[in-house]
Antibody, heavy 119, light 108 residues
Framework: QLVESGGGLIQSGGSLRLTCEVS????????MSWVRQAAGEGLEWVAV???????YYANSVKGRFTLSRDNSRNTLDLQMNSLRVEDTAVYYC???????????????WGQGTLVTVSS | ETVMTQSPAALSVSPGDRATLSCRAS??????LVWYQQKPGQAPRLLLY???TRATGVPARFSGSGSGTEFTLTISSLQSEDIAVYFC??????????FGQGTRLEIK
């Protein structure tokens, strides 16, 4: 189970920290991502952290967002700085499934947390 | 970046009829394609991965096909609970994943 928190209303240029509380699996051994969805829009992959700790980011957030994890708390954190109006979206925490043959999609998904950036 | 284009944007199908949704990649992605279902007010749900493998608990009426740049999600006999938005996702350029814009499936 994945439970996101930390969303809210923030002014452009501000910062927010999203947290994903993970149960039933260990973040230490898992590929975990954030995916966002603006209202009425499609899905956009934001960032991933590998089991080994490497991180990758979408170009739209690179240099502004930082993904980390806390193995002791079994949580995932997304630090979002220099927020822009276009970052307004529901942010989902997801596990990236890998099986014997490779990638098997994002499952499960959290319920999402809404980030609203005002101008 | 691999751009994923879904068509149609919206589809209206009668209960019991077949629904066919398309997804096109801007470059070849092999069979590195996933489909998700998103019902109103809910998070997306994994449907199919590796183009055609159903996720746990997904009914057999959902099937996927294709390779390279052209992919299809087929619902063989539409049920009312299948009303949702369906998204395709490529992971050929992993970890830089991209999604299609979605197809809204409605009951006629």
């Amino acid at each position: 189970q994945l439970v996101e928190s930390g969303g809210g209303l923030i002014q452009s240029g501000g910062s927010l920290r999203l947290t994903c509380e993970v149960s039933g699996l260990s973040v230490r051994n898992t590929y975990m991502s954030w995916v966002r969805q603006a209202a009425g829009e499609g899905l956009e992959w934001v960032a991933v952290i590998f089991g080994g700790g490497s991180t990758y980011y979408a170009n739209s957030v690179k240099g502004r967002f930082t993904l980390s994890r806390d193995n002791s708390r079994n949580t995932l954190d997304l630090q979002m700085n220099s927020l822009r109006v276009e970052d307004t979206a529901v942010y989902y925490c997801v596990r990236e499934v890998h099986d014997y043959a490779g990638i098997a999609g994002f499952d499960p998904w959290g319920q999402g947390t809404l980030v609203t950036v005002s101008s | 970046e691999t751009v994923m284009t879904q068509s149609p944007a919206a589809l209206s199908v009668s209960p019991g009829d077949r629904a066919t949704l398309s997804c096109r990649a801007s470059q070849s992605i092999g069979t590195n394609l996933v489909w998700y279902q998103q019902k109103p007010g809910q998070a997306p749900r994994l449907l199919l991965y590796r183009t055609s493998t159903r996720a746990t608990g997904v009914p057999a009426r959902f099937s996927g096909s294709g390779s390279g740049t052209e992919f299809t999600l087929t619902i063989s006999s539409l049920q009312s609970e299948d009303i949702a938005v369906y998204f395709c996702q490529q992971y050929d350029n992993w970890p830089f994943i991209t999604f299609g814009q979605g197809t809204r499936l409605e009951i006629k």
